[in-house]
Nanobody, 115 residues
């Protein structure tokens, strides 16, 4: 079992920045990739992922504005969100990819960007 604890969401004005954190613990040997997703109509949409060697992948809407990173010593993955737009308003979910697919979804953290 892998436990994820998300934090860092909040309210920010357009053009501002936020940093989300996701602390992971438990059976972390099962983790292949860590990442962030958001809630889109009918599905969860990729924001960014990072694997064990630091290779990253981003959704088209956040490229150049968001940066994902991980601190293996602290077992934490971060999402630095810059140049935020009102359309970035959403619940952001931290999750992991293991053999067999994605882990269970948590409650996420709310990000609200005001215009």
């Amino acid at each position: 079992q892998v436990r994820l604890v998300e934090s860092g969401g909040g309210l920010v004005q357009a053009g501002g920045s936020l940093r989300l954190s996701c602390a992971y613990s438990g059976n972390i040997a099962r983790i292949i990739t860590l990442g962030w997703w958001l809630q889109a109509p009918g599905k969860r949409e990729l924001v960014a992922t990072i694997n064990s060697v630091g290779a990253t992948n981003y959704g088209d809407s956040v490229k150049g504005r968001f940066t994902i990173s991980r601190d293996n010593a602290k077992n934490t993955v971060y999402l630095q969100m810059n140049s935020l737009k009102p359309e970035d308003t959403n619940i952001y979910y931290c999750n992991y990819v293991r053999i067999g697919g994605l882990g269970p979804w948590g409650q996420g953290t709310q990000v609200t960007v005001s215009s």
